[in-house]
């Protein structure tokens, strides 16, 4: 717990040391110095911006000060300024290179999709391994097979098979969702028997235990 | 050089050889030079509609097997003298001429006509790609039907790949008191699904099958309906704006079929 008491961040201002909320000050400087001690050549000299994450009182922040400068030669170039405390500890990570595709959302899908932009007519097939997305409509007779999700920003009339590699992850998305048939991996579904409402707000289809499930994918709607 | 149009649809029975007979008649009226070639090889019936067939001598594949000159080929209509049809063949079958061929044919009568109008036989195979192979233009005629239409987006989809862009949409056969009472397809679903420019509605008209069998297309016909249709797209075609007719008397839908008017503006 203690170990991300204090993050160093680069910003293009310069450095900031970002000390974690709860911490009291001794625990901060003993973190301090655990992270600045093995490598104190390498600190000596750097300009510190000034602190942020946890609110510091006066007397801390000249105390961490004189600590940054005695102890560990570095200077601490901003002032007590209680405004500076605003920002959450959480979103200064540093990224470390490997982490820098790190994206703070679930359900990140990288690939090479394909990209048409027309409407799809009767009786045209698109087979292609990974994404698609169609800018226009899908109209009934036409028939997409994509080895990943299929996004159609128009009206979507035909046939569609998603994850046609076996993969149930992969959803079909619509502006508006007519199917003559939606398939998803193996699984198979079509729309109800006689004439539903028309629902005109867009909508994904996925799996959901072993069925496909078409529902609005904007929560309001 | 004269304007190669295609009239095609997909789906057979739609009326691709009534509009080509009426729209090349009105033409012919409107005082151009046409020429009417029926593609329908095996299965021609132009010559019927046009009251042509004891007139025919040569067809079209002796004229592309050289047998026979153009000249001789070409039966002028017995009304119009600036109107003018090539039949088809009705012992051969479509496998007897290829596109490279029609191709040559269709130059050949552009030079000579101010259109050159190809009646289109049903299906995707041989006989289609024979007749769209010399067109620059192409109309697609359906029915408001859903089997019409899909094929008419089959057949879309098919010219948009040959180079034939923008086609001209004609529905034909419309009964507007079933769409009122919403058992026919509306204009505005069609239009939707198949997203092309509409050129003409056609009205249901039982003189249609009078015209057919007397062998005297409609549009020389003031009583008729369907005829009045032509008439007017045929106008447009010659770029003339025209107003869509009002088919019923309920003002509600010729309100929305006027808004489409704005589709109908000539490239």
Known sequence: ?????????????????????????????????KKIKPSKR????????NFKGKKLTQEEFDDLKEVIEQEYGMTVVGSFNEKSFEAKAES???????????????????????????????????????????VGDV???????????VIIMGTMRGIVHAGANGDYGAFIVAYKMQPTQLRIGDIITRSPDGLGSKYNNPEIAMVKQGMVVVEPYLRNK | MGEVIVVTSGKGGVGKT?????????????GKSVVLVDADIGLRNLDVVMGLENRIVYDLVDVVDGVCRMRQALIKDKRYPNLYLLPAAQTKDKNSVNPEQMQKLAAELAEEFEYVIFDCPAGIEQGFKN????????????????????DADRIIGLLEANGLRNPMLII??????????????????????????????????????????????????EQSLAGQAYRNIVRRIMGE??????????????????????????R
């Open chain 2, 131 to 150: 007749a769209i192979a010399g067109a620059n233009r192409a109309i697609v005629v359906t029915t408001p039907e859903v089997s019409a239409v899909r």
């Open chain 1, 1 to 33: 717990m203690a170990e991300n008491a204090v993050i160093f961040k680069g910003t293009k201002d310069g450095l900031y040391i970002i000390l974690k909320e709860e911490m009291d000050l001794d625990t901060i400087k003993a973190n301090l110095d």
């Open chain 1, 139 to 149: 109209n009934p007779g036409a028939h997409i097979k994509a080895g990943g999700s």
């Open chain 2, 241 to 266: 704006d025209v107003p869509f007719m009002n088919l019923e008397s309920d003002d509600g839908f010729f309100n929305r079929v006027a808004k489409l008017f704005g589709l109908s503006k000539k």
């Open chain 2, 172 to 221: 034909n056969r419309i009964k507007m008191d079933m769409v009122k009472r919403g058992d026919m397809m509306n204009i505005d679903d069609m239009i939707d699904i198949l997203a092309i420019d509409l050129i003409g509605v056609v009205p249901d008209d039982d003189f249609i099958v009078v015209s057919t069998n007397r062998g005297e297309p409609a549009i020389s016909v």
């Open chain 2, 18 to 30: 009534t509009t080509t007979a009426n729209i090349g008649t009105g033409l012919a009226l409107r």
């Open chain 1, 92 to 134: 200064f990570e540093i990224k470390k290179p490997d982490m820098l595709e790190q994206l703070p959302f679930e359900n990140v899908h990288k690939g090479e999709a394909l990209l048409i932009r027309a409407t799809l007519r009767s009786g045209q097939l698109i087979q292609y391994k990974g994404d698609v997305v169609i």
């Open chain 1, 42 to 49: 390498f600190f000596e000299g750097a300009k510190i911006m």
